[in-house]
């Protein structure tokens, strides 16, 4: 199926202090197979190399643009602002530490044009702090709603490819809880559809240091979630019980 017509990804990208991972990530956008993209990446008042890295990007590739804030502001307030000043009608988030295979744009465009989907996720395999790969790789349903993906988030952010106006119209923010999480809730909460691509097109960077990587504030910045989208005690309790076991199930892979 042809994707010609797609039009421009605005591909959004959050970075702080990362200057070990960053070319590793913009490297993977620009191998892209699919090339009408923008590539937008802000500085989230990096005390690293991170925006010289980027620089020397950016002036190779008018694709590239680099937006830096004046203090660091989070990764809510940074999202926002790359969205602010995207163009495309799609956004596809990639975190500064994770990357994609060369198809992974491609694929997801060829299923959106299939099913007219308003999300597009992907299978993810994972690597750790030193790019070291894990023998393991989440599977993804073909598609997924409201309720199945309260029991685990297996939307990893950055694979997602989403319509730009449904992410301004239900924009979380709040970098207290799993903001991503929250919104794809929203979204299958209100109507809208989800499919995935299951094969491994993301790269995951596992770091012990990061707010996944801690496994009690992960499961703390869970349970607000929930309470985020309306979920009453009793039914956060019922979730965060499957939380728990997906997440145990998970990460047994990931030692």
Same mark, same amino acid.
């Given at each position: 199926?042809?994707?010609?017509? @797609?039009?421009?990804?605005?591909?959004?990208? $959050?970075?702080?202090?990362?200057?070990?991972?960053?070319?590793?990530?913009?490297?993977?956008?620009? !191998?892209?197979?699919?090339?009408?993209?923008?590539?937008?990446?802000?500085?989230?008042?990096?005390?690293?190399?991170?925006?010289?890295? +980027?620089?020397?990007?950016?002036?190779?590739?008018? =694709?590239?643009?680099?937006?830096? %804030?004046?203090?660091?502001?989070?990764?809510?307030?940074?999202?926002? $602002?790359?969205?602010? %000043?995207?163009?495309?009608?799609?956004?596809?988030?990639?975190?500064?530490?994770?990357?994609?295979?060369?198809?992974?744009?491609?694929?997801?465009?060829?299923?959106?044009?299939?099913?007219?989907?308003?999300?597009?996720?992907?299978?993810?395999?994972?690597?750790?702090?030193?790019?070291?790969?894990?023998?393991?790789?989440?599977?993804?349903?073909?598609?997924?709603?409201?309720?199945?993906?309260? !029991?685990?988030?297996?939307?990893?952010? *950055? *694979?997602?490819?989403? =319509?730009?106006?449904?992410?301004?119209?239900?924009?979380?923010?709040?970098?207290?809880?799993?903001?991503?999480? $929250?919104?794809?809730? =929203?979204?299958?909460?209100?109507?809208?559809?989800?499919?995935?691509?299951?094969?491994?097109?993301?790269?995951?960077?596992?770091?012990?240091? *990061?707010?996944?990587?801690?496994?009690?504030?992960?499961? +703390?910045?869970?349970?607000?979630?929930? !309470?985020?989208?309306?979920? %009453?005690? @009793?039914?956060? +309790?019922?979730?965060?019980?499957?939380?728990?076991? %997906?997440?145990?199930?998970?990460?047994?892979?990931?030692?």
């Amino acid at each position: 199926m042809s994707n010609e017509g @797609f039009g421009l990804i605005s591909v959004i990208m $959050a970075a702080y202090n990362a200057e070990k991972t960053i070319g590793f990530a913009i490297e993977s956008v620009l !191998k892209q197979t699919y090339k009408k993209f923008e590539l937008i990446i802000i500085d989230d008042g990096s005390v690293d190399n991170t925006e010289s890295i +980027v620089k020397e990007y950016s002036n190779r590739d008018p =694709r590239i643009k680099l937006i830096r %804030n004046s203090s660091n502001s989070g990764v809510s307030f940074s999202r926002k $602002a790359a969205l602010d %000043n995207s163009s495309g009608d799609w956004i596809a988030i990639l975190d500064s530490d994770d990357a994609w295979m060369p198809e992974k744009l491609k694929e997801q465009i060829d299923l959106q044009l299939k099913t007219n989907a308003d999300i597009v996720y992907t299978g993810v395999s994972y690597i750790d702090e030193s790019g070291v790969p894990f023998n393991w790789a989440l599977d993804v349903p073909e598609k997924i709603g409201y309720k199945k993906l309260l !029991k685990q988030n297996i939307i990893t952010n *950055s *694979s997602a490819l989403v =319509r730009k106006n449904l992410i301004l119209e239900h924009y979380v923010s709040g970098d207290s809880m799993h903001e991503d999480f $929250a919104l794809w809730l =929203r979204l299958l909460k209100a109507g809208y559809s989800a499919v995935g691509v299951n094969e491994t097109l993301t790269i995951y960077r596992v770091s012990r240091g *990061s707010k996944s990587g801690n496994k009690l504030k992960s499961a +703390v910045m869970n349970w607000k979630t929930y !309470k985020y989208i309306g979920l %009453n005690f @009793f039914a956060s +309790v019922y979730y965060m019980m499957w939380y728990t076991i %997906n997440g145990v199930l998970k990460y047994r892979h990931l030692k």
